[in-house]
């Protein structure tokens, strides 16, 4: 069995968030808590914007999403990082950024687009299980939190779109969330090289 927490690699946001956030986030509080807090709020989002409650929606989600970056910088940085982190963190990212694509992104923007997303996010969670049989575990890779923070601007720039009729806007998350969809494609393809 592999050692989760030796070599642990930092990413630039992780020394930014042990400077403002992580140290106001109780000892006690596991990196696995805020993954679990992800999947349980996320469907407030999801009925946020079901009902179109978009000026509500929007700051909720971002709030949610921020929780992807929390959970692994504090995982990485106080080197709490387990194998069910490393498994149900990406679950609950695609929870989150599937079902606001299935909300939004097909009403909003494109039918093909949003199948693209889905699908490769698919993708991921099979791969994901596929390695877990073999006992490998690949945490994120930094294609993958490019996809995920671009899937993210996506969400926030068509719902700028949505809450304030800026028609430009939805060309922008357009072009965002195809940019994720690249970024999404080097993410497998540097997981299924190892």
Do not use: C
Not at 5 to 15: G, Y
């Amino acid at each position: 069995m592999q050692d989760l927490n030796a070599n642990i690699k930092f990413f630039p946001h992780d020394r930014l968030l042990a400077k403002i956030i992580l140290p106001f986030i109780p000892a006690w509080v596991r990196p696995n808590h805020v993954t679990a807090l992800r999947l349980i709020t996320s469907p407030i989002v999801f009925w946020l914007f079901w009902t179109r409650q978009y000026g509500w929606g929007l700051p909720v989600f971002l709030l949610v999403a921020l929780t992807d970056a929390i959970d692994g910088s504090l995982a990485r940085v106080r080197r709490q990082i387990t194998t069910w982190g490393i498994l149900y963190d990406p679950v609950a990212d695609k929870f989150l950024i599937g079902g606001v694509v299935l909300i939004l992104v097909i009403k909003h923007i494109n039918l093909w687009l949003a199948g693209f997303i889905i699908g490769l996010e698919f993708l991921t969670v099979l791969g994901a299980l596929y390695f877990k049989r073999r006992q490998r575990f690949f945490p994120a890779n930094l294609w993958g939190k490019i996809k995920m923070n671009l899937q993210v601007a996506g969400v926030a720039v068509l719902l700028v779109n949505l809450i304030w009729s800026a028609p430009a806007m939805r060309e922008v998350s357009f072009w965002v969330f195809l940019s994720s969809a690249v970024a999404g494609i080097i993410s497998l393809i540097a997981h299924g090289g190892k």
